[in-house]
């Protein structure tokens, strides 16, 4: 009886390194964190100013702030769980520290590969490479690749597509 693989071997069964994201991307991340925490940690704040319900209201703002600055504690290490890993028929993506996602993107059924840039990942230089599928579920989103990174990518992986389309 042969030994089942491991999940790693499973996972990377053709020799290659992972490839990470750009570290500025935590920059991008962070701020998002930032913003969101802000926004949620006041809008949190409006039943306790509103209805006057006593002091226990006020532990929510509390609660939601702590929880943002967890969040933003943790970029870093979030961000740098992020990575991809170009196969012989797929591309591998990975991230999540706690709840950890694999996601196999065969490259016959890749439909679109697309590149998307916000204010500030661009004034970082950054951006952001998506990859749909027929299925909802493979749909990969790559932040924080440097721009000349997720062209080469892009246009890799449209070649790749167009030579191993599948059923089509």
């Given at each position: 009886m042969t030994d089942a693989p491991t999940a790693s071997a499973r996972l990377d069964p053709v020799p290659g390194e992972w490839q990470r994201v750009s570290p500025k991307y935590i920059v991008v991340d962070l701020i998002g964190n930032l913003v969101s925490g802000v926004i949620a940690?006041?809008?949190?704040?409006?039943?306790?100013?509103?209805?006057?319900?006593?002091?226990?209201?006020?532990?929510?703002?509390?609660?939601?702030?702590?929880?943002?600055?967890?969040?933003?504690?943790?970029?870093?290490?979030?961000?740098?769980?992020?990575g991809y890993l170009l196969r012989e028929d797929d591309?591998?993506?990975?991230?999540?520290?706690?709840?950890q996602r694999f996601v196999a993107v065969p490259f016959g059924r890749m439909q679109l590969v697309d590149i998307t840039r916000g204010p500030l990942a661009r004034s970082l230089g950054l951006a952001e490479l998506k990859l749909v599928t027929a299925a909802a579920a493979t749909g990969v989103v790559i932040p924080g690749l440097a721009l000349d990174d997720a062209e080469r990518l892009r246009d890799h992986l449209v070649a790749l597509a167009e030579t191993r389309r599948a059923g089509l």
């Open positions: 940690t006041a809008a949190s704040t409006l039943p306790a100013w509103l209805f006057q319900w006593g002091v226990w209201w006020w532990l929510l703002p509390v609660a939601v702030g702590v929880v943002s600055l967890v969040l933003v504690a943790l970029t870093p290490r979030r961000v740098r769980s992020i591309l591998l993506f990975r991230r999540g520290i706690m709840f």
